[in-house]
């Protein structure tokens, strides 16, 4: 098992990924998009974070997300909004597969992935590849042809804001000299 460094910088704009469990769509579920939607808020507010862009797709989820300089530590709120929405999607669905002993040592259930993927957003443009990577991502995973069509991301936010031409579609030149993106 590799170690992981994570560093921890006040203010910064991080990418997070979060995977479900052996990649159940649960997002699927208009409710249990919603619920999740609803923690994330919850949690932004409550950790003083802004949430700058995301794109929630069936099996995982993908964020951006403003620190702030009290709470430059994400690693507590991001666990935090995982167990919270586990909890509470228990109530969805009482049957959930037993976790096995390893998951159990871990207290881990099977809602989701172990451990999350993030990025710390190292200039301007990097920040414009997470976005368009985020708000496009409905497209590369196959789900729509056009990411205006996609209601689950802040896209729509973007166009109002003029960020985006009302047909915008991403140069994929710029998703290729990346890391893998945690999905
Ligand atoms: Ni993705």
Redesign the pocket.
Same mark, same amino acid.
């Given at each position: 098992m590799p170690t992981y460094h994570r560093f921890y910088i006040p203010d910064a704009i991080v990418a997070f990924?979060l995977v479900t469990y052996n990649r159940s769509p649960i997002f699927s579920n208009t409710q249990v998009a919603e619920l999740f939607l609803n923690l994330l808020t919850k949690i932004t507010n409550q950790f003083h974070y802004e949430c700058i862009a995301y794109?929630l797709?069936p099996d $995982?989820v $993908?964020l951006l997300i403003q620190l702030s300089l009290e709470n430059p530590n994400f690693s507590l709120p991001i666990r935090e909004l995982k167990r919270l929405f586990s909890v509470s999607y228990k109530k969805f669905n009482p049957l959930l597969p037993l976790p096995n002993s390893s998951r159990q040592k871990h207290h881990e259930t099977t809602i989701w992935q172990r451990r999350f993927w993030d990025h710390v957003i190292e200039d301007e443009r990097d920040l414009e590849r997470h976005l368009n990577y985020i708000h496009f991502?409905p497209v590369? $995973?196959g789900f729509t042809d056009n990411p205006a069509h996609w209601h689950w991301s802040s896209y729509s936010y973007y166009v109002e804001k003029g960020y985006y031409p009302k047909d915008w579609l991403p140069d994929l030149n710029q998703f290729e000299d990346s890391d893998n993106?945690?999905?």
């Open positions: 990924t794109s797709l $995982h $993908h991502n590369k $995973h993106w945690g999905e």
